[in-house]
């Protein structure tokens, strides 16, 4: 069965560093999405994007992160400088269609990636 | 702001009873809702969903219930088994934002054997 893949799964960082996240989504899906839990939580979205274009990054902290994603398959979503606050887990999810009325347009998640800034 | 909630944040179930996670949300433009499993050191997994045209949909052992009035949705698990147990997330989404999901902040079921 076709899973989204994240990596690195872990990652421990001191703040002020960079980090960097990667995604594959499934074959073929032209959403991809960008999420970020923090513990106790549920996710909220950072940053979405139609195969290589963001929809919607109205909620991604555009001073310290960034997304791409320069081909339309992969991407990165990259934090710099880290900040204790980033501490979460880092969940990349991808979906086949926008969603139109009365389709399904379900997203489906990789494991994620749990950052910890010390 | 939190526009979809699950005040529960967890709940403790016998096997082979009912389980009954809630949800409540209060943008009244949400026209889709979802709920998904996740299990620890996992990405959410997707469980099942409802429209806003419907009021029930129900898959298997697992039914979601939707009351527009109350902006209320809930999903049981009928009957509840140990493999149940695992965090709940409610989601809603709008038709005009694309496949955008607001989550709610999860409930963790355990089923007890």
């Known amino acids: 069965e076709a899973e989204v893949a994240q990596s690195p799964r872990y990652k421990i960082t001191e703040k002020s560093q960079a980090v960097a996240f990667w995604c594959d989504p499934i074959?073929?899906?032209?959403?991809l999405y960008w999420y970020r839990q923090i513990l106790g939580q549920g996710p909220e979205l950072l940053v979405q994007?139609?195969?290589?274009?963001?929809?919607?990054d109205s909620q991604l902290p555009k001073d310290r992160f960034s997304a791409e994603r320069l081909k339309g398959v992969d991407s990165t979503l990259k934090i710099q400088p880290a900040e204790l606050g980033d501490s979460a887990m880092y969940l990349c999810?991808?979906?086949?269609?926008?969603?139109?009325?009365?389709?399904?347009?379900?997203?489906?998640f990789g494991p994620g990636t749990r950052l910890l800034v010390l | 702001d939190q526009q979809v909630k699950q005040n529960s944040p967890s709940l403790s179930v016998q096997e082979g009873r009912i389980s009954i996670l809630n949800c409540d949300y209060t943008n009244s433009m949400f026209d889709y809702f979802l709920w998904y499993k996740k299990y620890p050191a996992e990405g959410p997994t997707f469980l099942i969903s409802i429209s806003s045209i419907k009021d029930k949909n129900e898959d298997g052992r697992f039914t979601v219930f939707l009351n527009k009035s109350a902006k209320h949705l809930s999903l049981h698990i009928v009957p509840s088994q140990p493999g149940d147990s695992a965090v709940y997330f409610c989601?809603?989404?709008?038709?005009?934002?694309?496949?955008?999901?607001?989550f709610g902040g999860g409930t963790r079921l355990m089923v007890k054997p």
């Open positions: 999810a991808s979906s086949s269609q926008i969603r139109t009325s009365g389709g399904a347009g379900s997203q489906y």
């Open positions: 074959s073929g899906h032209a959403t």
């Open positions: 994007f139609q195969d290589e274009s963001v929809v919607d």
């Open positions: 989601a809603a989404s709008r038709n005009n934002a694309g496949n955008m999901l607001t």
